[in-house]
């Protein structure tokens, strides 16, 4: 596809989302961005809303510790494995 297509189609896109309204819930808005206890004040509509701590094992942090490197550690790359030429077969110009 050629870039003058390629523009058109993103200029078309970008008007219909420049100009798009759609129906927008103010309250649920409201509630969003407001206090917390602003609205606990009012009386709870039945919904938890207490917040669970996650378990450890969900915490993604947790489970990828245990493979995290050490500073003190020495890197196990090899300089040789940095040069293009290792890589690509090819002898380098260096």
Not at 3 to 17: E, I, P, S, Y
Not at 37 to 42: F, R, V, W
Not at 58 to 87: C, H, N
Request: no cysteine.
């Amino acid at each position: 596809m050629g870039r003058g297509r390629q523009k058109a189609k993103q200029m078309k896109v970008a008007r219909k989302l420049k100009y798009f309204s759609p129906d927008t819930d103010l309250d649920a808005l409201q509630r969003e961005l407001a206090p917390e206890d602003m609205y606990e004040e009012q009386g709870s509509d039945g919904a938890d809303t207490d917040v669970d701590e996650p378990d450890e094992e969900d915490d993604l942090y947790a489970k990828y510790a245990d493979f995290a490197t050490v500073a003190d550690e020495p890197d196990d790359i090899d300089p040789a494995q940095l040069d293009e030429s290792f890589w690509t077969g090819k002898p380098s110009d260096k």
